[in-house]
């Protein structure tokens, strides 16, 4: 910027440039800052909703087990092979999920 009429106007100019920039970046920080927040609590219910999943299929497996559906030993590796890759599924899922809470801290 050129300015050797009036220093101080081009004084104020820079300073009402930067006070602006400044404004922009807090208002950008309180909102990224609410996003993660939000992020946060969906990703928490979504921890909890996958736990509950996990609960339940172990639960059917013991109840498919104890009921006697299947008692026969190869039936009985086959349940619990179906089972087991939709426990390891939701692993997955859940390390995502606490890899994206971890991504959230990293960024505050």
Do not use: W
Request: aromatic letters at 8%; one cysteine or more.
């Amino acid at each position: 910027m050129y300015c050797n009429t009036n220093h101080l106007g081009c004084h104020c100019l820079i300073n009402n440039f930067v006070i602006e920039k400044v404004c922009q970046h807090e208002q950008e920080q309180a909102q990224l800052k609410e996003r993660a927040r939000r992020l946060e609590r969906r990703l928490g219910t979504l921890d909890s909703e996958y736990a509950q999943q996990v609960e339940n299929l172990r639960a059917a497996y013991q109840k498919t087990l104890s009921a006697g559906l299947e008692r026969d030993v190869e039936g009985e590796e086959n349940i619990r092979l179906r089972y087991q890759a939709e426990i390891e599924q939701l692993r997955v899922r859940i390390s995502i999920i606490l890899f994206c809470i971890f991504f959230i801290y990293i960024i505050k």
